[in-house]
């Protein structure tokens, strides 16, 4: 048989370094390197891809079948391949749980006009559509407020997305109000590493909320296993290493109603995008205000680009972070109730006095007691920060889990963040004075006049 | 002898060339032309911004995927591929996760 020019060129290659046949069935010629060096033809590779997704469900049992699960799409090659995955599956017949979409629609962080919006929100209907799953709208700034107004006991709580029946209903669900408080508070977060973990928690936030809105216990989401690399040692510099565990396992049951499941965990993006283009899968590239974020200010941007670069040249970089924080275990969910009023996340403060915590604490406390901060913290307290609001900020602290507390960390003013987060923290407080003014007269005061877990 | 090819953009690298995904051009000169040296040449004649987006060194930043001919160009000699008549190469950057 004789072989078009292009594929001569290609076994010479393939010869010269190597990788002459697909590993797999040793039969066809490769068109993808993936894993450490593996060389697979096209039908191969596909079967290994699909392969990887299905066995990730299947051996984990987080979805059973016949349930009804909420799939986040953002429009990216991840979340598209997903959709793709899903609809595939749907096809052969092998799907054995429902799906429903969710677009979360972020534009209200970037300065798109109005008609741009709708349009890229239409492209988004119509990659669903052709996916034939039904779709729900909604949008960051909703989580700005989602809490029930106090008028009566019937009043409903603001809703969280909108069905999308048909196509030319579509209007994105803009809530310039809401919009307007969530860059107010942006605006007021000091560092841009401070800005995306806020985005990104509140964006889990939004997914939670539409998820308990319309009953669903699940929400699958498209994390692949280098973006799962890039969080893991993300979480790590942004305190949040308590959490390392539940943000890469496959079934993640900290929120304990809802559970975020992980199916693509183990494809890297590079398999993700080949996958894309062998089976002609659109991605939609909608602006997002993390395009203007620099590596030189941004931990999570720094992060991505070291972990890539070393990825490039040693391949076993992702999967050998991945594995490792597969080791990490974390205590049961029962036995830690309290959870972070910001991202739900199980409290990680209440530790012993010789902890790492503590030290840190002890090491402010002191810099604020130190003569050179002591005139500047004195300048603060009589100009901007009113004693309301100081009490309002350690109430929010106390609620906080570590990382957390980094994140709001120089937010002067703590009403800012969305409406569930502060009703949260002042009933948690609320609650611990109504229990202090019981047992008051049983507390004994340290000579310095600080009463206990003050 | 010009050298016709099709360069292709996506996963967001199209952003750097003024939005357009397609581009078909002829290499100039008489020269063989390699991936390596189309590299600079595309830098120079078509990136529109931020070529540190683009480029690293004399390779493409990590996180781009190079397909030669719908093929991944880590079987074709990476830099070293020489460039025939019709080619089409494809930059996909994987660098937008979701």
Known sequence: MVLPYRTEVFRFYAILTGKLQCVKCRRDVPVVVTRVNDAFCQDCFLVYAVHKFRSAIGKSKVIVPKEHVLVAYSGGPASSALLHFLQEGKKEGKLRFTVTVVHIDELALVSVSDKERQEKVQEVVEIVQQRGFPLLLTSLECAMDMVKPEAGESSQAPEMCKEVTSEKEVDALANPDKGDKLKKLLDSLPSISAKEEFIRVLRNQVLLGVARERGFTKVVVGDTATALSVRIMTDMAKGKGSQVSFDTTIGDKRYGDVMVVRPIRDLNMK???????????????IPHIADQWHKSNSIEQLTAHFIHGLQ?????????????????????????PEKCSLCESPLDTDVGEASALRAVEVCERLLQKDGASRSQSQAAQSSDCTQHDRVAADNMKASLCYGCRLTVKGLRDVSLLPTHVVQKSQSRCLSRDEMRAQISEFLLDDENGDTPNS | MAVPITLEFSGGAELLFA?????????????????????????????????ELFMQGDTVRPGILVLVNDADWELMGELEYEIQPNDKIVFISTLHGG
Request: net charge negative.
């Open chain 1, 271 to 285: 398999e993700v995008e080949a996958y894309n283009r062998l089976q002609n899968v659109e991605s939609i590239s």
């Open chain 1, 312 to 336: 490039e040249n040693f391949p076993s970089t992702v999967p050998n972070i991945v594995r490792t924080s597969d080791k990490l275990g974390h205590q049961d969910i029962e036995s830690l």
């Open chain 2, 19 to 51: 939005n357009q995904k397609k581009h078909s051009i002829e290499l100039p000169g008489s020269q063989k032309w390699d991936v390596k040296s189309l590299l600079p040449w595309i830098r120079d004649n078509l990136l529109q911004e931020r070529p």
